[in-house]
């Protein structure tokens, strides 16, 4: 069983940064793909950004060139870069990984984002 816990979140005004961080523990052996997303108020949870475990990524069309996904097998952690943040990036964070072998994937509990205008 893998555990994610994220950090990173907070306040911060429009035009600002923030990086999201996203360490993983217990059954690490094997995770493949990492992700990010986010879920606003009243929407769906949404993918933010991904990334596999060879280094491939890819982005929401609305967060590309702003946010930046990056990992550190080495130390079991995922990380989102994110500036020129936008009031409409508001929502809580969820960090995900997969392990394509089991067919299983695991959430962390979310970290709250607020972009204010």
């Known amino acids: 069983q893998v555990q994610l816990v994220e950090s990173g979140g907070g306040l911060v005004q429009a035009g600002g940064s923030l990086r999201l961080s996203c360490a993983a523990s217990?059954?690490?052996?094997?995770?493949?793909?990492m992700g990010w997303y986010r879920q606003a108020p009243g929407k769906q949870r949404e993918l933010v950004a991904k990334?596999?475990?060879?280094?491939?990524?890819n982005y929401a069309d609305s967060v590309k060139g702003r946010f930046t996904i990056s990992r550190n097998n080495a130390k079991n952690t995922a990380y989102l870069q994110m500036n020129s943040l936008k009031p409409e990036d508001t929502g809580v964070y969820y960090c995900?990984?997969?392990?394509?072998?089991?067919?299983?994937?695991?959430w962390g509990q979310g970290t709250q984002v607020t972009v204010s205008s």
């Open positions: 990334i596999s475990g060879g280094g491939r990524t």
């Open positions: 995900k990984a997969e392990k394509y072998y089991v067919n299983s994937e695991y």
């Open positions: 217990g059954g690490i052996s094997r995770i493949d793909a």
